[in-house]
């Protein structure tokens, strides 16, 4: 065998090695590190049991699919949001389906834009069960409406409760997880947080918002590194986030959600998610194509993602003032040509 031979044989390799790895690309919902480490890194199943986990925005959405998939685990639960109904709903659910008492399981009424009340929610948590492990920041609302129509109260509205109702719990938390030297804290963020689309102005203003105080937070932490930052960015996922989303003015929600199917199952991004926090990563996408491929784009090519973006906005508005989800046609469209 000659050497050009050879050459030409690595040649092909690296070729074939290259199109295998687009091919798994195109049908990616992570990021390259997430898809490693559910691959080959730590199972939840390992590396969270016995802990204590506390949920905001636990009453619908990720965050009560969280508490299913965590109540399997054998972690003791803290489960919050401001409709104590709905979270005796989930508690039930979590008992009859998980592998908890009810002692386990604290249901823990709490309004984000009440911050007086965080520092006594936390003491109510650390008196219940001596510590907090994990601090899940998911609680929160969206937006659809333009930037124009928009009542400025709206904005004030998602900084409050997404970007600063999130804060004031942090710094309740932080203080007793560097006493331990130990925690980890996790932010449901938003591909909105990496990505600007129309009809979400104030809810990418509070999500971006979001990323820049926790990356600072990771910075000034380092002399503890048993303290754990995880930013999460889920894309367009199965829940009621649209239907309980803002409009033009706080009083009023989106009068019509559209078709919301196509969007990740709630299942698989909350099991990510977990794969994220045994893993200690600290940067997560979740998201099927064509989403994680424009944050892919924003990340690395910021012009072309400009453009595609602008190009992208005018289907999304027009989808939203037809009736339709603002996203669908064109995931359906991607969905149609790779399946």
């Not at 972690?75 to 009859?96: F, G, I, N, Q, T």
């Not at 960015?233 to 706080?250: D, Q, T």
Request: proline letters at 3%.
């Amino acid at each position: 065998m000659t050497w050009e031979l050879v050459l030409w044989l690595l040649a092909l390799g690296a070729l074939l090695l290259l199109l295998v790895q687009l091919l798994r690309f195109l049908r990616a919902d992570g990021d390259l590190a997430l898809l490693w480490a559910e691959w080959q890194g730590r199972r939840p199943e390992w590396e969270l049991t016995d802990m204590v986990v506390w949920v905001t925005g636990a009453s619908s959405g990720i965050g009560e699919e969280l508490a299913y998939q965590l109540s399997k685990l054998g972690v003791s639960l803290v489960l919050s949001a401001r409709r104590v109904h709905e979270l005796e709903r989930v508690k039930r659910k979590c008992l009859e389906n998980g592998n908890l008492k009810g002692k386990d399981i604290l249901i823990l009424p709490l309004d984000l834009t009440d911050r007086s009340s965080h520092e006594g929610a936390t003491k109510a948590v650390l008196q219940e069960f001596g510590k907090i492990d994990i601090l899940v920041n998911n609680g929160g609302r969206s937006q659809r409406s333009l930037i124009m129509d928009t009542n400025f109260d709206v904005f004030k509205e998602l900084i409050e409760l997404n970007y600063l109702g999130t804060v004031s719990l942090t710094k309740c938390v932080l203080p007793h997880m560097i006493e331990r030297k130990q925690g980890k804290i996790v932010i449901v963020n938003s591909l909105a947080g990496i990505v600007s689309v129309p009809l979400s102005g104030g809810y990418c203003a509070s999500k971006h918002a979001l990323r820049g105080f926790f990356n600072c937070l990771r910075s000034e932490l380092t002399k503890y590194p048993g303290i754990i930052i995880s930013n999460i960015y889920p894309g367009p996922v199965y829940s009621n986030i649209v239907k309980n989303a803002l409009a033009e003015e706080v009083t009023k929600t989106v009068v019509h959600a559209g078709d919301q199917l196509y969007k990740m199952a709630t299942s698989r991004c909350v099991r990510l998610m977990l794969i994220a926090m045994a893993n200690d990563l600290k940067e997560v996408w979740i998201a099927e194509q064509p989403f994680l491929l424009v944050a892919y784009l924003w990340q690395y090519m910021p012009t072309l993602a400009i453009w595609i973006t602008n190009k992208l906005g005018k289907k999304r508005i027009n989808n939203f003032q037809s009736g339709k989800d603002a996203d669908s046609s064109y995931f359906k469209i991607w969905k149609t040509k790779h399946e």
